[in-house]
């Protein structure tokens, strides 16, 4: 992993900041969840499986705490977990994030292995399409900048994301 805040860009791309066997498991693990009966629908994305602050996703925010501390330079504390499994044809429209997602990870935990890598795009001082392979993470500030992505072409994604707020 770098060591680097997110400076005036506003994002930080951290290649493989989750790796190996955690996350081989954890990629499976959301697979699971998102066809289990704890799953609801996302009216963000209308009928992909979500889930708010599932229990051993909720552990990642504490897991990165220190991490993030470090890429943004400021002193965080978590606030919430998000699981989403996307689906083809699937869009998240443009959009800034609650005041709860000051600072968000958008981290890759799994995707089928002959799809092509789904870009999520940031906007700062001008659009930015960020590819993130299985384990990557996009660090940025949700709050601030607005971000999608456009239809999903490829078959299921995992995608969990971290937030956390500034206490200084």
Known sequence: MYDMSLGSSNFKIVRGM???ELLDFLGHYC???ANSKASRF???VPYTPALYDD???RNLLHYF??????YTGVKLEPTYSYMRVYKNGDVLRKHTDRDACEYSVSITMK???NDIIWPLCLETDRVHK???EEGDALIYKGVDNSHWRDKFEGKR???VFLHYVSVE
């Not at 705490?65 to 470090?70: F, G, N, W, Y």
């Open 18 to 20: 989750l790796q190996g």
């Open 31 to 33: 697979y699971h969840r």
């Open 42 to 44: 996302d009216p963000q």
């Open 55 to 57: 229990p051993a996703l």
């Open 65 to 70: 705490h220190d991490d993030m501390i470090k």
């Open 111 to 113: 995707r089928e292995h």
């Open 130 to 132: 960020v590819y993130l």
């Open 157 to 159: 994604l995992a995608q």
